[in-house]
C-alpha cells in the first residue's frame, strides 16, 4: 500500500476517534484499535480506509497480534498513536494496588508495549511516535496518584524512546491534553471539578477532540519532522499559569 498508514489506539471513540477520522482526512490509512468491541465494530462499518483491531494494548500477546494484523492489511507503519488509556480518581489513602495496576497497566504498560512492538516497522518508514499522556502528568493535583503519576511517567517515556530513536529517524513526542468532554473525564469531572478548570483555564473552555487530533496528527505527520522528544500541552494554557487567575479576570 502506498498510503500512509498510522495505528491509533482507544479509537473507538473521544479523542482516538477523532484523531482517526483527521488522519483520514489528510489520505492515512487508520489501524483503529480498542478492546471496547462492541463500540469498535460500530465505528469502523462506518468509515472508509480503517481497520478494526479489537485488542487491549496492556497484554503483550495482543499487541503482537495488532502489530501483524496491521502490517498484513497496509504493509507498513508510519505512526503510532498511543492514545488509550484509562481515569480512576481517588484519594491517596484508598488506591489500592489493583486500582494502581488498573491504571498502570493501560496508561504505562500499554505504551511501553505497543512502542516496543513497532519500533522496527517504525524504523523502516522513518515514522513517529505519538504519546498521549495529559495535564494530571505535568502537574499534581488531588484525586490523581495513579493516574497522574502514570501519565507524568509516560512523558519521560517519550524522551527515552526520542533519545534512543532519533538515530532511526524515528521521532517521539507526546501531547498533553488539558480536560476535553469524552466518556472518561465525564466519569471523573464533577461539576465542581469542571468549575475550577473553567476557572484556571486561561481560555476559560474544555478542549474539544478535534482541536486534540489537530496537534496529534502534526506530530505524526512530516510537518513537525524535527520536532523531537518534546512533550506539547494542548490545553488552553492550563499548565502555563499559576495562583490568581481567576482573581486577575475580574
Ligand atoms: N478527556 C480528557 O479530558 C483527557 C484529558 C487528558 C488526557 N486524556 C487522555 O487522552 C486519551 C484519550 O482519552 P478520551 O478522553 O478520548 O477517553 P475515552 O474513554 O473516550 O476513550 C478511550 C478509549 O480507549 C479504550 N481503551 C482503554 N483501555 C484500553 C486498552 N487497555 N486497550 C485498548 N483500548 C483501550 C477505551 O475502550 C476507549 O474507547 C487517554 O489516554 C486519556 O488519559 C484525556
Sequence with gaps: MSQ???IVTG???GIGLATTDLFREEGWHVAMVDRDVEELRKVVAERDGVLGVERDVSNPQDVGAMVRETLDW???IDALVNNAGVAEFGPVQDCDFTTWRRVMETNLDGVFLCSQA???ALKET???IVNIASISGLRASTLRVAYGTSKAAVAHLT????AELGEFGVRANCVAPGPVKTKLSMAVHSQAIIDAYHDAIPLNRYGSERE???AIVFLASPRSS???GQVLAVDGGFESTGVGLPALRD
Excluded: F, I, P, S
Design 4 to 6: 500512509k498508514c498510522a
Design 11 to 13: 479509537a473507538a471513540r
Design 74 to 76: 497496509a504493509g507498513r
Design 118 to 120: 513497532c519500533t522496527d
Design 126 to 128: 522513518r515514522g513517529a
Design 159 to 162: 524522551k527515552q524512546h526520542a
Design 212 to 214: 486534540l487530533a489537530e
Design 226 to 228: 524535527y520536532v523531537n
